[in-house]
């Protein structure tokens, strides 16, 4: 738990207002205080084609005030804009490795926390809404179709679900919370199991909390974020559906996220790590595969 923890605790803060600031670094033991220009950066994902040059850019997005997650291995002086993952508050360091994945299998289903797998290999789980993608995400990650039960109906994941990747790391499926049609008596065991799986598995690298970004901020995802904040489970927000437009009286995703953003900030002292994704359009893929890369290999350290 304590190795986990350190990986989280090392954050860049950088206001909105001011051209030039100060930030404070937190390390267990330690804070220091060091001085960069403001980043200012549009909250949406952007790829280079060769047409791209040609075309004039669009006028920017909402801009967010960035609390960039940093990575052990990186100084605080050595920052810049172009070490953030495009699309996230994600600084890549020097534990980032070969992210590709050569091979999944699916393992067990367990109905238990001390059911799961005890060969002590790193995993993340994935978590979310039980209409928010999880299941599509994970197939897109691992550019496998139907890997994780894909379905029209909300909540079809009932079990922890392990999945091997290269037969070194776990992808963890963890059953959806809110509108899953299951018997009260069941939601609860689901809910029960799942905080059990969290508070007492020390293979868990960090939790892929999932955010539905065509949507406002919902009430059950902020209160899954703050519960795993408390008990000191380490998050990375993985929004989803970052390509839908803007719906009829609704607001564009990149504004959903910076709403959720300005809710998180003020429960969360250290701001976590946080990613745009769209299953359809593979948004993100690689980066959150990058970012996971770099959790992984200082945890193995």
Not at 127 to 136: D, E, I, P, T, W
Not at 184 to 207: G, H, I, P, Q
Request: with cysteine.
């Amino acid at each position: 738990m304590t190795l986990r923890t350190q990986f989280f605790t090392l954050t860049l803060q950088i206001p909105f207002h001011s051209s030039s600031s100060s930030f404070s670094v937190t390390i267990p033991g330690k804070t220091s205080t060091h001085s960069l220009l403001s980043l200012w950066r549009p909250l949406s994902y952007s790829t280079t084609s060769s047409s791209a040059a040609a075309i004039p850019p669009s006028p920017p997005p909402a801009l967010l005030r960035m609390v960039l997650f940093v990575p052990p291995g990186v100084e605080p002086h050595e920052v810049n804009e172009s070490m953030v993952l495009p699309g996230s508050n994600i600084i890549i360091g020097p534990y980032a490795g070969d992210a590709r994945i050569k091979g999944v299998e699916f393992v067990k289903s367990s109905g238990r926390a001390k059911d799961c797998p005890k060969d002590d290999r790193p995993e993340f789980a994935i978590l979310g809404r039980s209409n928010v993608g999880k299941s599509s995400l994970i197939n897109a990650l691992v550019h496998k179709k139907e890997i994780a039960l894909t379905s029209k109906k909300p909540g079809k994941t009932q079990l922890i679900n392990h999945f091997l990747v290269n037969k070194s790391w776990y992808l963890v499926d963890l059953p959806g919370y809110g509108f899953a049609k299951a018997p009260e008596a069941a939601k609860m065991d689901w809910c029960s199991f799942t905080k059990e799986y969290f508070l007492n598995r020390d293979t868990l690298v960090a939790v892929l909390l999932l955010i539905d970004a065509s949507v406002p901020p919902q009430k059950i995802d902020l209160d899954c974020a703050n519960w795993l904040g408390r008990n000191n489970i380490p998050i990375t927000f993985v929004f989803t559906k970052c390509d839908k437009m803007k719906v009829a009286k609704g607001k564009r995703p990149d504004e959903n996220i910076r709403d959720f953003q300005e809710i998180i900030r003020q429960n969360y002292k250290i701001h976590p790590p946080w990613i745009m994704t769209s299953s359809v359009s593979g948004m993100g893929r690689d980066e959150l595969l990058l970012h996971m890369s770099q959790l992984r290999n200082y945890w193995d350290q």
